[in-house]
């Protein structure tokens, strides 16, 4: 069983930077170099919102308020994707999910706090 671990969130001022990183625990890299990996992110009393995407071939995809300040990569040897937050802003206050999708399948991990405050 595939399990999504998420890490390094946690307190930042604005302008700060952060490194998320999400690991597939109980994949192989065989099948996980299959996965659309992605992260989203849910504000307190907001919906759950797409940050970035990374297809398999490298295809990559940004909400446009991120576009230029985080840059989402992966490697399939380690089975971890990897989202570089800089310039962080207030609004980008949120617990971040880490996702991986092949088909019909998904997967969702538990999710990083991500605080930012001056």
């Known amino acids: 069983q595939v399990q999504l671990v998420e890490s390094g969130g946690g307190l930042v001022q604005p302008g700060g930077s952060l490194r998320l990183v999400c690991t597939a625990r109980?994949?192989?890299?065989?099948?996980?170099?299959?996965?659309?990996m992605g992260w989203y992110r849910q504000a307190p009393g907001k919906q759950r919102d797409l940050v970035a995407t990374?297809?398999?071939?490298?295809?990559?995809n940004y909400a446009d308020s991120v576009k230029g300040r985080f840059t989402i990569s992966r490697d399939d040897s380690r089975k971890t994707t990897t989202l570089r937050m800089n310039n962080l802003k207030s609004e980008d206050t949120a617990v971040y999910y880490c996702k991986s999708a092949a088909g019909d399948y998904e997967d969702w991990g538990q999710g990083t706090q991500v605080t930012v405050f001056s």
């Open positions: 990374i297809s398999p071939y490298g295809e990559i």
């Open positions: 109980g994949a192989i890299t065989s099948v996980f170099s299959n996965y659309l």
